[in-house]
């Protein structure tokens, strides 16, 4: 069965210093971490915060392309975890087929900011990392751990690019 996730907020690791995406379903019984490097953080983070760059970003020009060439992107699916690897799927249609492609999660999360669909994970990944965890969650973003990836975030400008096309 697959649980619908959002996206609660992005956190600064701080054993790491890796950025993490934290997806949480509305029932709050399940929530997952996922580590994603910075430029994919940073490509989350735009669109949430109403951001657009004066060219298409990576994830903007897939979009785009795709629909363009008549598919529509559904939703996303956080379907399995393995060898302590997520992995992901675009879910799209495509004259009334579903075409289904393996991506990263991270890039998929980015899609579907961008796309406004809905993010699925699969019930099993999300029990497996509950039972890995024995259950219990630490607290992953706490007020001083999202105040450090505002940071960060705020002192990205899109007038600050120095390489523009």
């Known amino acids: 069965m ?3 996730m959002e996206i609660f907020g992005l956190a600064m690791d701080e054993k790491t210093n890796m950025p993490l995406v934290i ?3 509305k029932e709050d019984k399940y929530i997952l971490p996922i580590w994603i490097g910075a430029l994919e953080a940073m490509s989350i983070s735009m669109p949430l915060k109403g951001m657009t760059m004066p060219r298409p970003m990576t994830h903007d020009l897939f979009l785009d392309t ?6 529509k992107l559904i939703h996303i699916e956080i379907s399995e975890l393995k060898d ?3 992995y992901a ?5 495509h004259n009334d087929a579903e075409l289904r492609i393996d991506s990263r999660p ?8 961008r796309a406004k669909v809905t993010i699925l994970v699969n019930e ?3 029990e497996k990392v509950m039972k890995e965890q024995d259950g219990e969650y630490q607290v992953v973003l706490n007020d001083e751990e999202g105040k450090k990836w505002t940071e960060i975030l705020e ?3 899109v007038d600050d690019i120095k390489y523009k096309m």
């Open 89 to 93: 799927i675009l879910v799209m249609n």
């Open 2 to 4: 697959m649980i619908k």
């Open 66 to 71: 795709i629909t363009k060439l008549g598919a």
């Open 23 to 25: 997806l949480k379903d």
């Open 124 to 126: 099993e990944v999300l």
């Open 84 to 86: 302590s690897t997520y």
């Open 155 to 157: 002192k990205y400008r």
């Open 106 to 113: 991270s890039d998929a999360i980015a899609m579907a900011v």
